[in-house]
């Protein structure tokens, strides 16, 4: 396991080498897909590294996005329970490094260790806590606060700064609106100098002011 996520390194000795022996890391391709509705459910996964686009299909087939999971994330929780299946795609929106791991080793696990039972309730309640948190911003927030927060938690160093490597349709699933909307509102965050364009890379000029607008 190359890095070993904060829910593994906190775990007893023992439960932490058997969970390192149960979850499997691999790398998934932005545009394929981990997982489909129809799929059983028998594996859960957690996001080292990226971002997975959770989404479903709507009565026109149109695509309705649920979540945006990211690192430190699970998805697929779905496994936890038998019989289920996925009921959505998971779509990486970059290469994501992920970790997988099945229902039988995951219930092995969690009978042996309570402490690894513990970690997996935290890590459910945090994805549904970031779930509701996203609610409220497509209820309540306009587009500009929600770009600048998902440009805020995008944003990665790079060798000319601070910089976002997604596409204006991954902003739009991360911020819950159009690629369009996205466009005209980074062009505006643009003309403030608070950003610039270039080719496949936004440049975040002013990290501070970006905070300020996603606190709206």
């Known amino acids: ?29 932005r545009g394929s897909y981990v997982c489909y509705p129809e799929d059983e459910a028998r594996t859960l996964y957690y996001v080292l590294e990226g971002w997975v686009r959770l989404f479903q299909l709507g009565p026109q087939e149109e695509e309705i996005t649920l979540t945006v999971v990211g690192a430190g994330d699970i998805f697929g929780e779905s496994a936890l329970l038998p019989g289920e299946r996925y009921g959505m795609f998971a779509e990486p929106l970059v290469d994501c490094e992920l970790l997988s791991a099945s229902r039988e080793d995951l219930l092995r696990l969690n009978s042996r260790f309570p402490e690894a039972q513990a970690a997996f309730v935290l890590l459910l309640s945090r994805r549904l ?10 209820r309540f927030k306009e587009v500009l606060p929600r770009l600048a927060k998902a440009l805020l938690s995008a944003m990665r160093r790079g060798q000319e700064g601070l910089e976002v490597t997604l596409s204006h349709q991954d902003l739009a699933h991360l911020a819950g609106s159009t690629r369009e909307t996205i466009t005209k509102v980074l062009g505006e965050l643009a003309m403030d100098d608070t950003i610039e364009l270039g080719y496949r890379r936004i440049l975040i000029l002013k990290p501070e002011a970006l905070k300020q607008v996603a606190s709206q």
Do not use: H
């Open 1 to 29: 396991m190359g890095m070993t996520p904060e829910f593994i390194t906190t775990l007893p000795p023992e439960a932490r080498a058997e969970a390192e022996r149960v979850f499997r890391s691999f790398t998934a391709r």
């Open 129 to 138: 806590r970031k779930t509701e948190e996203r609610l409220r911003d497509l």
